[in-house]
């Protein structure tokens, strides 16, 4: 049986990736419980699980007293001294318990404390898994497409995970079987609740798009200093370079629109302003409400900026529902004001 114990330990680990101290640790906390629902509470008991020499044992504890008043966890000097000379008041008595003849319903209660184990340990297993690939973007194959919520059942390699509607590109629809990539939000440590949260939406997945399909921002050549995204219509992200040498927006975009052409069919054809990025507020204003050409921006306030445009550009410069003007600002952190001349 201890042979069996162990080997299941290593598989465990191998298949599950639960440590095998780990579940030590919870078999040891089982067979305490099961003796003393063996012993109605009435005990105490130390469990020992060796996993070098593959050796499990229980010992019944107790203290040597002059008097007994508690047989649960008392024994008299007399009685100690049986066993051993060697014992003196206040000393512990061990006995040896086979577990094999445990009640079923004690073997019952370990049994579903080891379950319980097993259950907390994948979960913390897979906890540990997404934690290394949080603020990241991993490819996941659909597995279940649910039609009444739109919700979407995704295996990641390292389990099961749900992409909820709102995570989800507006409009975009998914076929059992489809390959996908999506940005890992958060990793949840609770024992209740979804174990990750993964998104599509999300401004986080365009960032890091762009840090694995550019090899200038790969190289930290050219970096992304800002992402302002409205999921399935536009984004905005702002880029500068390091080198003199270098055309950021250029970089990005690559030879007739092919580095950035990928990137948006992967965002389903969402449209994607790539901004240069400038330590000068209004520089940078002015480039990040393109494609509107701005006349002259002026700074009116701590974080405001008031931006003159042509009256044609004036509707381009808002754009559809005020987007343009709020990505921009989103983009910039600055409130902005669009006036025509």
Known sequence: MNTEFFTALNLLQKEKGIPPEYMIEKVEAALTAAYRKEFDNNTNV?????????????????????????PGTQISLADARAISK???????????????????????????????????????????????KREEIITAVVSKVDHETGAVVLETGTSYAVLPKNEQIPGEVFHVGDKIRVYVCEVNR?????????????????????????????????????????????????????????DPVGACIGNHGMRIAGIVDELRGEKVDIVKYSE??????????????????????????????????????????????????????????????
């Open 190 to 246: 609770e024992s209740r609740g979804p174990l990750v949260t993964l998104s599509r939406s999300h401004s986080g997945l365009v960032r890091r798009m762009f840090e694995l399909e550019i090899p200038e921002i790969a190289d930290g050549i050219v970096m992304v200093k800002g992402v302002a995204r409205e999921a399935g219509s536009r984004t905005k992200i702002a880029v500068m370079s390091r080198d003199p040498d270098v």
């Open 86 to 132: 060697r014992y003196d008041i206040g000393k512990i008595v061990e006995t040896e318990v086979k577990t094999k003849n445990f009640r079923r319903l004690s073997a019952g209660a370990a049994k579903s404390v080891i379950i319980q184990a097993i259950r907390e340990g994948e979960r913390k297993a897979m906890q540990d898994a997404y934690e290394n």
């Open 280 to 341: 000068d507020t209004a520089e940078y204003v002015a480039a990040a409400l393109a494609p509107a050409q701005v006349i002259s921006v002026e700074i009116v306030g701590e974080r405001a900026c008031k931006v003159i445009v042509s009256p044609e550009q004036l509707s381009l410069a808002i754009g559809k529902e005020g987007q343009n003007a709020r990505l921009a600002a989103r983009l910039t952190g600055n409130k902005v004001d669009i006036k025509t001349e």
């Open 46 to 70: 130390r469990v020992m699980i060796d996993p070098v020499k593959q050796d499990i044992r229980v010992y019944q504890q107790k203290e040597v007293v002059e008097e007994v008043t508690d």
